[in-house]
Nanobody, 123 residues
């Protein structure tokens, strides 16, 4: 009965910023790893970022230095701050919860997925 709902997607020009939110229900997220994946048309779903705590996060090389993952456990919500967006960032972004093994870059390692939110970056 765990539900994850992403919001904050939309259209932005290259160089702009967006902040995605992921609200969880049915589970207190404080004890779970949370993360983000994305999938562009014709591409495989790929890892973006994950957070274990306020001091432990990992990022894909393609977004490191531009994106920041964070969480507010009191609100059962995770965030993805995306800066310096480029057209290649255009994708559906998915929130994930509950890492079940150490392979956080693998989509099969995560227990729960949101429905996705579209991010479109125009040049």
């Amino acid at each position: 009965q765990v539900q994850l709902e992403e919001s904050g997607g939309g259209q932005v020009q290259a160089g702009g910023s967006l902040r995605l939110s992921c609200a969880a229900s049915g589970r207190t997220v404080s004890s779970y790893v949370m993360g983000w994946f994305r999938q562009a048309p014709g591409r495989e779903r790929e890892f973006v970022a994950a957070t274990w705590s306020a001091v432990t996060s990992r990022y894909a090389d393609s977004v490191k230095g531009r994106f920041t993952i964070s969480r507010d456990n009191a609100k059962n919500t995770a965030y993805l701050q995306m800066n310096s967006l480029q057209p290649e960032d255009t994708a559906v972004y998915y929130c994930v919860l509950d890492l079940r093994n150490g392979a956080y870059v693998s989509k099969t390692a995560w227990g729960y997925w949101g429905q996705g939110t579209q991010v479109t970056v125009s040049s």
